[in-house]
């Protein structure tokens, strides 16, 4: 190096020496959120602690490479009790991967950040996985997850109680993961959502690109759970159809030239979507992908090509069994349900769900007095009524719950007169099961995955017809499923998910 070069390098070393604390000071006023001057800022702050400007520019130019990436690590007590207004970095140091012992990188993230099926699935996963791993002795966990997004509690007792077969990698998105597993430096990498690696994806809103695996080493297993958002797309213009005749005010308003274009636009996202489900599954650098139906599978074969290279690394697992936690009561707006009677249906804030169609059909029932004025309709994952965008007559016996957290939830499982699971598209479907638990018959919709997981144990509508979810809901108040049936198919779908949960481990270790 001239010396004119190394002068200056000294210079700006002992400049970037004497501002070091006035940008401490800034990180801990400005409360950045994940921004490019906030990773070159902690990047900045962390690397020039280990000597002068040359290597911040050498780390700074590894963090954003996906080729040579660092890894950080956390301490649990870090992450369970961290003050968000001192910088994350200052508590981060460089992680050193054991190469005594095969590791596994397992995506957390994803189940961070509020309570939904996936990420219940993939911490079922995690749990069953450190089981597991404790047995053998040959393993380390490195979990990847952001301690500034929430985390269950019961996944932090299970990490700060096997310390001795887990460490923790600072992530903040999927990218940061998706670098991580192509620096090649892990055995396998477990991803409980493979789709949320397509870049620019958005469930429900935006198709991905490419999965961005490119890696030659590590091992990449991963759930795709099914192709619901494509093949919701594919049916829009039923789903349309369905809504405007039942009174959706949205559907109803649409005239003849934005209806085309809407069709437009799903028949393009349709496409879109194709094409990324296409890519994950082609994706070179995943040996091994997990479905959790047979109907996911049978979807995949026939709106995907499927060549056999492709079927050979496709398994069917179903989904594991959640964590349950203990029903506790609570009593939203004073009723008391273990008092009154009730029609369950959850998680209607999302239009898969079929939330507008429920409540349309059970709104009529109340109307033709077809049930007591004791009867009423719970309907969780909803801010109000008026979410579900049509219009209901008897506003007065509908109870409207926005987030419920498990043990609440549990709690109305336990007291509802039946579940209504009318779903437009599931891949699986856990809330009938997790009714079975308590013998309370779900009303559920005759397509897609639902009847492969309920068999006999449900009555059935078909999700497109008011008509039929009327009738399903009568009939299943008044001759429902017997406890005894209810019993035996939920012994025999949780026997299944023991057994398959055991195979995905097996998998994954290898």
Do not use: W
């Not at 950080?72 to 961290?82: E, G, V």
């Not at 789903?239 to 005239?255: D, P, S």
């Not at 194709?274 to 996911?296: A, D, G, H, L, P």
């Not at 009555?459 to 209810?486: F, H």
């Amino acid at each position: 190096m001239t010396k004119p070069i190394q002068l200056l390098l000294n210079i700006a070393s002992k400049a970037i020496t004497h501002i070091y604390k006035l940008l401490n000071k800034i990180t801990n006023i400005i409360k950045l959120n994940g921004g490019v001057m906030q990773t070159i800022i902690k990047t900045a702050l962390l690397l020039m602690k280990e000597g002068g400007i040359r290597r911040v520019f050498f780390h700074l130019k590894k963090h954003s490479s996906d080729e040579k990436t660092s890894i950080y690590s956390y301490n649990i007590d870090d992450a369970n009790k961290l003050d968000l207004t001192s910088p994350i970095f200052s508590k981060i140091k460089p992680l050193k991967i054991d190469r005594n012992k095969k590791s596994v990188l397992f995506d957390m993230l994803f189940c961070q950040g509020g309570f939904h099926g996936g990420g219940e699935y993939g911490k079922a996963v995690f749990g069953d996985l450190v089981s597991k791993v404790n047995l053998r002795n040959d393993f380390v966990i490195y979990v990847g997850m952001n301690p500034k997004s929430s985390i269950d509690e019961s996944i932090l007792n299970l990490c700060q109680n096997n310390l001795h077969c887990i460490r923790f990698v600072y992530v903040e998105n999927s990218n940061d993961i998706r670098r991580l597993v192509n620096t090649d430096v892990f055995d396998v990498f477990f991803a409980p959502a493979l789709v949320v690696y397509s870049q620019g994806y958005q469930y429900l809103k935006t198709a991905g690109k490419e999965l961005g695996f490119h890696c030659s080493k590590t091992r990449i297993v991963g759930t795709l759970h099914d192709i619901r958002d494509f093949e919701m797309a594919m049916d829009y213009a039923n789903i349309y159809n369905f809504r405007k005749a039942i009174g959706c005010k949205f559907e109803n308003k649409l005239n003849s030239r934005k209806l085309q274009y809407t069709l437009k636009s799903f028949d393009e996202r349709a496409n879109k979507l194709q094409k990324m489900y296409q890519n994950i599954i082609e994706n070179e650098s995943v040996s091994s992908i997990i479905t959790v139906s047979e109907y996911s599978l049978k979807s995949f074969k026939e709106n995907l090509e499927f060549k056999n290279e492709i079927a050979s690394k496709i398994s069917v697992l179903y989904s594991c069994m959640k964590h349950r936690s203990v029903p506790v009561a609570f009593s939203p707006k004073g009723y008391d349900f273990e008092t009154i009677k009730y029609f369950l249906s959850i998680n209607l804030g999302r239009i898969e769900k079929n939330g507008s169609a429920i409540a349309k059909a059970i709104d009529e029932l109340f109307s033709e007095n077809m049930f007591p004025e004791h009867y009423y309709a719970v309907l969780t994952g909803l801010d109000s009524l008026a979410q579900l965008d049509i219009d209901i007559k008897n506003k007065d016996r509908f109870i409207i719950l926005g987030f419920i957290s498990p043990e609440n939830l549990e709690y109305l499982y336990s007291n509802a007169a039946c579940l209504i699971y009318a779903s437009l598209s599931e891949g699986f479907g856990y809330p009938p099961i997790e009714a079975m638990s308590y013998n309370i018959p779900s009303v559920v919709s005759q397509i897609s995955a639902i009847p492969e997981i309920c068999k006999e144990a449900a009555i059935y509508c078909d999700p497109y017809n008011l008509t039929s979810i009327k009738a399903a809901i009568v009939e299943c108040i008044n001759n429902p499923p017997s406890n005894e049936i209810l019993d035996n198919r939920y012994d025999l779908i949780t026997e299944r998910q023991i057994t398959d949960l055991n195979k995905l481990i097996d998998i994954i270790l290898n």
